[in-house]
């Protein structure tokens, strides 16, 4: 006994050593850079020559003071002294574009793309790993909490040798770029010099957390050391959201540079550089959508796993395990087209042009594609829930009111995809009698879109109101005001929804943006009081029978295969669209793109680049759903031992 | 269809007002239908109902709807239907029987479908590819950017103006000082269809001779735009005007929502500058034959058309603040 209490106690030791440890090396980093920081990226190590210091000496501090030349930060308007050297005049000549017998801007963006769907999921993962560890962790049903354990486990297997491809794919984009395109390569590292080894730094923290996570899961998985464990993934998490913060910071600097003048020399403010007018626009976008994209890879992984099960715990399990990973990755898509539409109106008010052409202009029929892949994604969701009902018992109840849901996300829909610039033949044109459609125009402004969407969204928060309720019946005393209450919260909101895009026509632009206030609070009151107000009634209520896991019908796991393709594509899109509306410019109005492929492809084009990123992500991604059922067919076989929802029981080591 | 008009100013709304209560109808017929042991197969229901729209959607909506968009909304309104016939098991087992009893040809009848089906199906495929390959001597289609995006600085008369900052230097208060609320508190009101119905305010007429400040600016933006703008923008500002028909596309609708509604005063002063022929790359295939007015207005002429135009239909311009 006195050994087992020593031997654990030595285990906890251990465990908050390596976390202490862990900690020390993740600010490692931080200390190391801080003189580069608060010299304000100048050399940090090595410096000039010693003759060079000695002349520089020599000619006093009144010399020094008089060579200091100051800049005007281009967003900022401040002043500070220039200590970078200008963005280089390329040409279109080898030294500036060395290139193979290809297009280099399609290699790069290939490699890009790639580089960041296996960076999305492998940011996205390892947080829902720490939702649904720490739901497991909390957990007083015993049985719950290692079916929530054993899920944790699946999810971040999975991300493990996505980790190792993303690292891969980060090295291929770094010699794409320094092959391809080293001057403007060059620049770039020369701003974001004082923050490049921190991000290098990270990453490696971000590694070390990772396999300590994954390879100690057993290790640690009782006691204070299991708290120990799901704490690590809050490090983990923490340290891969600086990560994208700062890989984003210099995408936001190329839309939207600061700290630099206006021929793009360093003016000695990293913060500036980092903090440009949409870096914390596409930060919140860029969080949300990674995991969106995440929960719709794994709940893709589970329906695969499902299709291709050969028992049936093996198709509860994870249908179990799809039905967990939409949820995450739409609860987190749910929120998403507010902060597109934040990223957008920020992207307006820094420059009008880019605004327009982004969505009145050149990329508008992209963003139309967009409408309709989010559009996909809802109606899938949707259809997926619907099916689900039909593992309930007492679910065919709802399920004869889902044309009345059809019919209004049809409608959202409908209006949300409507053109603003219309595909026409010059016949159809002048039978139109102008431009603009006097019915159908309506619908393809802002305003009427905002209500497009947002109908939407409070239908496939009415769907899962519907799934939570499936096989139960609240038994609360309110319950009847309650489901009263409810309907008429939802009735309300639509109302509300309905007549604000119409009123948006009456009013000025800058009053109508404040409109989606209202628009947004009405969705998002449906969303946390709904389902807060559902879950009070549901918290005493009667069960008309159990869940029947993996007796869900086929085609809603092609539906979950759908919403992960429909994400892929769609990120793969708005990708190419945030990167297009440069235009020629390698760094807005700093460095100009002077390569021949300084131009905007046609959409056909860019379709096509787009789908085959996404058929080799997910050719690839196959071969990492493969290897993890490979370690799956070596863990030991559950026990069957009945638990809740007929899931098999976790392995009891991995 | 002309017996029930589309409502000028709602028929965004009636639209779809429209095709809510016909849904509703069909749901109804088919509700007593069923309960009469009469009720009509889901795979009919479904063809039925996805007929209709396309049906409403190409004879009922005027002017007619370019083809493109309404393969759009055949496709969604296609996918709705999808997911209403397969919403259950129940429902999506009903729907398919009547095609799996053709593939198994049960009887007799569903035989002869089948076997007219294997015939007609291929027929028809390849009546669509002979068709696709046969020259066509239509107008291509133009991806027309009816708003090409404005360069950031634009120059009229030797004066650079940069279009994300500057502001228009005629829409003052009685002080004189650029104030946007105010004068988007005078504009005129609109009837139905975005007609001039009155003056806001009866202290800012611009028929009033003595009209001063932001008003009187507006009076002589009227003029020149009068003078120079309505004999193709129309009286009503709404694109109608006389020889708007001589053009293809015809001119501009100020009055729809969709276009000085949309932008930045200063996105308007300078397509008013640099016409047709100053539209940047992006405005392919250049189709507007506008004058660059900068040749003929001063820049404060251009000011105030450009404010005039605001004030007549009601609209305001885009601001972020």
Known sequence: ?654 | MTWLKLVEGYMPMQMISELAGSILVFALVNWALNRAGMGIPKFWAGIGVWIYIQLYLKYRIYPPIPFSVRAIYGTVSGCGIFMWVSGSEGEWQEFKRPILNVMDGISGFHKGVRTAALIVIPLALGGFAYNSFLPSFEEPIELRTVHPAPPATTKVHGKTFVLQVVENPYRVNDDGKYDQAFTDARIVEQAMGRLMKDVNDPNYNPWDPNAEGYIKYVREGGEIFFQNCHFCHGDNLNGRGLWAYAFNPIPANFTDAGTIAQLQETFVFWRVSKGGIGLPGEGFPWASVMPPWEQHLTVDEIWKVVMFEYWHTGYYPRTWD
Not at chain 1, 72 to 79: L, S
Not at chain 1, 95 to 111: D, H, I, Q
């Open chain 1, 1 to 654: 006994m006195g050994r087992l209490k020593s031997r654990q106690s030595g285990k906890k030791f251990l465990a908050v050593t390596g976390l202490f440890a862990m900690g020390v090396m993740l600010l490692l980093p931080i200390f190391v850079a801080l003189p580069a920081l608060a010299g304000g990226g100048a050399p940090a190590a090595g410096g000039p020559p010693p003759d060079v210091v000695a002349a520089e000496e020599a000619e006093g501090v009144e010399g020094e003071e008089a060579k200091v030349e100051i800049g005007r930060d281009v967003y900022y308007k401040t002043e500070g002294p220039v200590v970078g050297a200008p963005a280089p005049k390329t040409a279109d000549t080898e030294e500036f574009y060395p290139r193979y017998n290809f297009e280099s801007r399609v290699l790069l963006w290939v490699a890009n793309q790639q580089h960041l769907y296996y960076g999305s999921f492998v940011l996205a993962v390892p947080i829902f790993c720490m939702c649904i560890e720490f739901a497991g962790l909390v957990s007083k049903d015993k049985a719950m909490a290692k079916k929530y354990d054993q899920l944790a486990y699946d999810f971040v297997k999975i991300s493990l040798t996505a980790y190792s491809l993303t690292a891969i794919l980060g090295g291929i984009l770094i010699f794409t770029f320094l092959t391809l395109y080293p001057a403007f390569f060059g620049y770039l590292s020369s701003i974001f010099r004082p923050v490049m080894h921190i991000y290098a730094l990270m990453f490696v923290a971000e590694s070390g957390t990772l396999y300590i996570y994954y390879y100690g899961w057993d290790k640690m998985k009782d006691g204070l050391l299991k708290w120990l464990h799901c704490s690590m993934s809050v490090v983990l998490n923490v340290i891969g959201t600086v990560l994208m913060f700062l890989a984003n910071s210099w995408i936001g600097f190329m839309m939207s540079p600061a700290g630099v003048d206006e021929q793009g020399r360093f003016l000695g403010n990293i913060w500036h550089v980092l903090h440009t007018a949409l870096w914390n626009p596409l930060n919140v976008h860029r969080i949300l959508g990674n995991m969106a994209f995440g929960g719709g890879v794994v709940a893709a992984y589970a329906a695969y796993r499902f299709l291709s099960a050969k028992n049936d715990e093996e198709r509860a399990h994870f249908d179990w395990m799809g039905y967990i990973a939409m949820s995450l990755g739409v609860a987190f898509l749910i929120p998403l087209p507010f902060a597109g539409y934040w990223l957008m109106r920020e992207v307006y008010a820094y420059r009008q042009q880019m605004g327009i052409t982004l969505m009145g202009g050149l990329l508008a029929w992209l963003f139309i594609i967009q409408a309709t892949m989010i559009g996909i994604l809802f109606l899938t969701t949707n259809y997926y829930l619907w099916q689900a009902l039909g593992r309930m018992t007492g679910g065919e109840r709802f399920q004869r009111y889902i044309k009345y849901f059809v019919f209004i996300l049809v409608v959202g829909l409908l209006v949300f995809i409507t053109p603003h610039t219309i595909v026409m033949t010059p016949a159809e044109l002048k039978a139109m009698g102008g431009q603009q459609h006097p019915v159908l125009g309506n619908y393809g402004v802002m305003s009427a879109k905002n209500g497009g969407i947002n109908a939407i969204i409070m239908t496939t928060i009415a769907s899962f109101i519907w799934y939570q309720r499936g096989n139960r019946v609240p038994a609360v005393k309110w319950a009847k005001f309650g489901n009263i209450f409810l309907i008429t919260f939802f009735v309300v909101a639509h109302l509300n929804n309905i007549w604000v895009a119409c009123y948006g026509y009456f009013i000025p632009a800058n009053v109508r943006i404040g409109l989606s206030v209202p628009q947004v609070a009405g969705t998002l009151s449906c969303l946390f009081f709904g389902s807060a107000l559902n879950l009070a009634m549901l918290s005493k209520s009667r069960e008309l029978g159990p869940i029947r896991w993996g007796q869900i019908a086929p085609r809603s796991q092609y539906a979950l295969i759908m919403l992960a393709t429909a994400f892929t594509w769609m990120m793969g899109l708005m990708g190419y669209i945030r990167s297009s509306v440069r235009l020629f410019w390698h760094v807005n109005e700093i460095m100009r793109d002077n390569s021949p492929w300084a131009y905007t492809h046609t959409i056909g084009f860019g379709a096509n680049v787009i789908s085959f990123n996404v058929l080799f992500f997910w050719i690839t991604i196959l071969f990492v759903f493969w290897l993890g059922a490979l370690g799956a067919k070596k863990a030991p076989v559950p026990a069957t031992q009945p638990v809740p929802g007929g899931a098999p029981q976790p392995a009891t080591g991995h």
